[in-house]
């Protein structure tokens, strides 16, 4: 185990953020243990260099949710901070995640996110979110495979 972590931590650090930018395709499975139900989403991933050093990072694309089909879109940033560790905000400028090869964790009161990245390879790549709350119970993971 511990030398897998290590071994994550170096994949980790060849895939930061700048490495990140291009673009990805992604496939979302969406598990809803709750209301017992699954979806799916697929599109695109842009991740773009911005002047300050960051990394926008877009998802767009389709997601299926039972028969119904409606189009997605997210906006989110990569940031380094003064200790060089990366982290995830949302569009509006709030904190979202560390950007970490260990596990990390959300809470949107009373809601909690429990996230995972795991790298595959420099093109291929996880993100998995267990999702738990009052109304929720789901699992989120999505692949992406680099395309540029």
Same mark, same amino acid.
């Given at each position: ?103 990390? %964790? ?40 680099? %395309?540029?």
């Amino acid at each position: 185990m511990e030398q897998f972590m290590r071994d994550d931590l170096q994949v980790m650090r060849r895939l930061a953020p700048p490495q990140l930018v291009g673009t990805w395709l992604l496939e979302r499975q969406i598990h809803d243990f709750h209301h017992n139900r699954h979806g799916y989403a697929s599109g695109i991933a842009e991740m773009n260099l911005a002047p300050d050093g960051s990394v926008a990072w877009l998802e767009y694309g389709d997601l299926k949710y039972d028969e119904r089909v409606t189009q997605f879109r997210r906006l989110l940033e990569l940031r380094q901070d003064s200790d060089d560790e990366w982290g995830v905000w949302f569009e509006n400028g709030t904190w979202f995640h560390d950007w970490s090869a260990t596990d990390f %964790v959300h809470t949107c009161s009373p809601d909690r996110y429990a996230g995972r990245v795991r790298i595959s390879s420099e093109s291929s790549w996880t993100l998995t979110w267990q999702v738990s709350g009052p109304s929720k119970e789901y699992t989120l993971t999505t692949t992406y495979k680099r %395309v540029s």
